[in-house]
């Protein structure tokens, strides 16, 4: 089944009609989030003041030649856009469109004139996204019956943001919380950092599991410190500690506190840097973002590295789209699902699915759909070519 067309689009999804009114303000809003741009005062509260948050995002659209269409989706506009459009489409039409391994490579290698790893990962994730729709639409499956079909009945999902006390009312057992203090704070920060992780621990109890997003924020001293000042609070995991490209600093984290349990991946891109993170053994669960490292057909390669060395995958962001809820529901070492939540408290989480078709979590557990493809119920009139 040849590929007719493939291009990047938008997706005009129609407005959202009066919801809930809300307790307060999301954390999403208010608090301060430590990031690499820490440093510089003038942006240092919350990364929306220095990211690209204008490009948004790109959806793919792939096209067979029997008229089966799939979408994908990924982030950085029209830089993503460009790529889809100007590079990987021209290349890849008029291949079989069932063929996705073959395709995923061919992607892999064509981008290499410029970097297969990082904005070039966004555009190849839609592409890929977009096929496996497709093929799931073609036959008549769900994704997550191609990769194996379902290995769990429900997905058990932590909670990612600050509002902790709403998350707990919604039924979550799992809390990972943004750290908002990093090295440019000092030892006040490192105090201030404490005393919002010990007002977590009284809040959720002793009974769930916390966890710690650093978000590239930090450097291997104050890491180490960090760690240590937090043991107390049996911290599941602390999340994506320094800068994806320091890989001798991971190594030096992993020597000076091997008995805390580490997580990153979501700034890497391909699978081979997830090889390289298990061949040296610095990070205990892997955090691929589906619609950032290669798409699916990229996931599946870093789960089946990960089964075999004894590691977890747990996506970055897996909850709130359909993508990564069909990966973790058919993926053995994928025990959970990522539930970033920034809506804010007293909004129900059925109001803030995004994507029509997506399923969303219910006490802390969801279900993904189980209608072709993705599930994803856009009708062919909402896209438009995002050029």
């Known amino acids: 089944m040849k590929i007719t067309d493939i291009r990047a689009v938008r997706v005009n999804f129609p407005a959202p009609s009066a919801g809930t009114k809300p307790r307060r303000k999301s954390w999403a809003e208010t608090a301060e989030v430590a990031n690499p741009m820490s440093w510089y005062p003038r942006v240092k509260r919350h990364r929306s003041l220095w990211t690209p948050n204008r490009w948004g995002s790109t959806w793919c659209k792939v096209t067979l030649e029997d008229g089966t269409w799939g979408l994908g989706l990924t982030d950085n506009g029209r830089v993503s856009a460009a790529i889809i459009d100007d590079h990987i489409a021209p290349n890849l039409i008029g291949e ?24 070039a990962a966004y ?56 750290c908002p203090y990093g090295p440019a704070d000092g030892l006040d920060g490192l105090r201030k950092n404490e005393e919002m992780v010990a007002e977590a621990r009284e809040l959720v109890g002793d009974e769930t599991e916390l966890m710690l997003d650093c978000w590239m924020a930090l450097d291997i001293e104050y890491t180490v410190r960090l760690a240590e000042t937090l043991r107390p609070y049996r911290l599941k995991w602390m999340e994506e500690c320094l800068l994806s490209e320091d890989l001798d600093g ?47 057909s990229t996931c599946l390669k870093i789960a089946a590295a990960a089964d075999a060395a004894g590691k ?32 804010a408290p007293g909004v129900p989480l059925s109001e803030a699915t995004g994507i029509p078709g997506n399923a969303f979590a219910e006490d802390g557990w969801l279900i993904p759909s189980d209608a072709p493809g993705f599930g994803l119920e856009i009708p062919e009139e909402w896209i438009e070519s995002y050029f």
């Open 96 to 119: 079989d469109g069932l063929a996705i391994e073959r395709l995923a490579d061919m992607m892999f290698r064509l981008t290499k004139p410029y970097g297969s790893v990082g904005l």
């Open 123 to 178: 555009a190849v994730s839609a592409v890929d996204l977009a096929l496996w729709d497709a093929k799931g639409k073609l036959l008549g499956q769900p994704v997550y019956s191609l990769i194996g079909g379902a290995q769990k009945e429900r997905q058990f999902c932590y909670s990612t943001g600050n509002d902790l006390d709403w998350f707990k009312e919604l039924g979550f057992r799992a809390f990972k919380i943004a």
């Open 250 to 296: 991971h190594v030096e984290v992993r020597q000076r506190i091997p008995w805390q349990t580490l997580s990153t991946g979501e700034h890497w891109y391909t699978h081979m840097p997830f090889q390289w993170a298990l061949r040296h053994n610095v990070v205990d669960i892997l955090q691929p973002d589906i619609n950032w490292c290669g798409g699916l």
């Open 312 to 343: 977890k995958v747990i996506l970055h962001g897996g909850g709130r789209n359909p993508f990564g809820q069909h990966f973790t529901h058919a993926i053995a070492c994928a025990p959970w699902l990522e539930y970033y939540i920034a809506t």
